[in-house]
C-alpha cells in the first residue's frame, strides 16, 4: 500500500482530533492506566480535541454476561473519570450508543480484505491452538470496526499500545483504500501514538506476558479497584530474579520481570528509565518493592477512592456516557451522511446531507 499511501496524505483541512478507546470487558488494570489512561489524560490538557470510548461493541466479539458487562462499562467510564478524563473537555461515551460505528464498520467490512484480517496477529494469538472456525465472525473482523471507529470522527492521532500498532496499520490501508476505490480525498491517514516508557506493561509474574485482565490469576496484575495493602502484597510477591538492579539499563537485557518493574516505577513517577536506575542501582529488590509499593499506592489510591464515590451513582454516570454520547454522534453524523453519499446509497427517508464534492 505504499504508493497508495503516498499519494493520498492527511489534508490540511482535517483538524487535529485524537480518539482512543478500551474494552468494558474485565476491571482496569495498572496497565490501562499507565499504557492508556495516563496519556489519555496528557492528550487531554494539550488543547486538541480528544474524543474517548468505551468499545462494548467489540467486547461481545466473544461472550459477555450482559449484567456484568453493563456493570464493567460503568466502572470503566468511572476509571477514565477518576483517573483524570474530564467529560465537559473531552468526549467520553460507549460505543453502542453511537450508531455510526456499526454502520461504517460493514462498508469498512466490505473495504477491507480478508487476507488483512487473516494476518492480524492478534486475530492468530487468539485463535492459537483453538477451532478457528468457532470464533465469532465479529472477533475476526473486530480490526475493521477499529477503523470506523476512528474514522467515524476523521481522526488523525490516536494513542494506543504498541500491541495495536498493526491494527492501526490496517486503518490506514483501509482509509487509502477506500479513498482510491471512490477517487476521493476523504478519510485521513491516521497516525499512532505511542508514547511513554510503560505503554506495555507486563504481568507480575511473568515480564514476557502483557498485564491482562483476562489472565486467569488475579497476581498477574494490579487492579484499579484494589485497595493498598492488595496493591503492596502484589508488588512483594511479584517475580523477580536474584540479582541486584544494574547501573545501566543495559544490565536489564534478558532480565523481563526486572525491566518491568523499573519500566513501572519511571512510569508512575514520570521519570525516564536512566533516572530510575541511577537511583537505584545496586539495589536488591528487597529495597526496590517496597518503593515501588509506596509510589504505586500513592498514585493509584485516590483513583480507587473516587472510582468507588462515583460508582454510587450509576444514573448520573449513564446521564455523562448519554451526553457523551450525543456529542459524539453530532460529529460522526455528517461523516457518516457522506460516506453513504460517496458510496451511492440511497437515503431519501432522512435528513439531506450535503453530498462530498470529491
Not at 462494548?56 to 468511572?78: F, G, N, S, Y
Request: net charge neutral.
Amino acid at each position: 500500500m505504499s504508493s497508495a499511501a503516498s499519494a493520498v496524505q492527511t489534508p490540511k483541512t482535517f483538524a487535529p482530533r485524537i480518539f482512543s478507546g478500551i474494552q468494558p470487558s474485565g476491571g482496569l488494570t495498572l496497565g490501562n492506566y499507565l499504557g492508556a489512561l495516563k496519556r489519555f489524560v496528557e492528550k487531554q490538557d494539550e488543547g486538541i480535541e480528544t474524543i474517548y470510548c468505551l468499545v462494548d461493541l467489540h467486547a461481545i466479539t466473544v461472550w459477555q454476561d450482559p449484567k456484568v458487562l453493563r456493570q464493567q462499562t460503568r466502572e470503566a467510564a468511572a476509571g477514565f473519570i477518576a483517573a483524570g478524563i474530564d467529560p465537559k473537555r473531552s468526549i467520553l461515551f460507549n460505543q453502542s450508543q453511537v450508531s455510526a460505528h456499526a454502520e461504517l464498520g460493514w462498508i469498512f467490512n466490505c473495504v477491507a480484505r480478508m487476507g488483512w484480517m487473516s494476518r492480524m496477529t492478534q486475530w492468530k494469538d487468539k485463535t492459537a491452538g483453538k477451532n478457528a472456525e468457532a470464533a465469532s465472525l465479529g472477533l475476526f473482523a473486530y480490526p475493521a470496526l477499529m477503523a470506523a471507529d476512528i474514522l467515524a470522527y476523521h481522526a488523525t492521532m490516536v494513542p494506543v499500545g504498541e500491541d495495536q500498532r498493526q491494527h492501526l496499520e490496517l486503518t490506514r490501508d483501509i482509509a487509502i483504500k477506500f479513498n482510491n476505490d471512490y477517487d476521493v480525498d476523504f478519510f485521513p491517514v491516521v497516525e499512532p501514538v505511542i508514547e511513554g516508557v510503560a505503554t506495555r506493561v507486563m504481568s507480575l509474574r511473568d515480564g514476557t506476558k502483557k498485564m491482562s485482565k483476562s489472565d486467569p490469576s488475579d497476581q498477574t496484575r494490579i487492579n484499579l479497584t484494589d485497595d493498598a495493602d492488595t496493591i503492596a502484597a502484589k508488588i512483594r510477591k511479584a517475580k523477580t530474579d536474584p540479582k541486584p538492579l544494574p547501573d545501566s539499563i543495559d544490565g536489564l537485557k534478558d532480565r523481563p520481570e526486572a525491566r518491568n518493574l523499573v519500566n513501572i516505577y519511571a512510569a508512575l513517577a514520570g521519570h525516564s528509565v536512566d533516572q530510575v536506575i541511577r537511583d537505584f542501582a545496586g539495589a536488591q529488590f528487597g529495597t526496590f518493592k517496597p518503593a515501588l509499593a509506596d509510589l504505586a499506592v500513592a498514585t493509584l489510591s485516590p483513583i480507587t477512592a473516587e472510582m468507588s464515590r462515583l460508582m454510587a451513582d450509576a444514573a448520573e454516570i449513564d446521564r455523562i456516557l448519554a451526553d457523551g454520547a450525543d456529542r459524539a454522534d453530532a460529529l460522526a453524523q455528517p461523516i457518516l451522511e457522506q460516506v453513504f453519499d460517496i458510496t451511492g446509497m440511497i437515503r431519501s427517508r432522512r435528513k439531506p446531507s450535503t453530498a462530498f464534492q470529491g
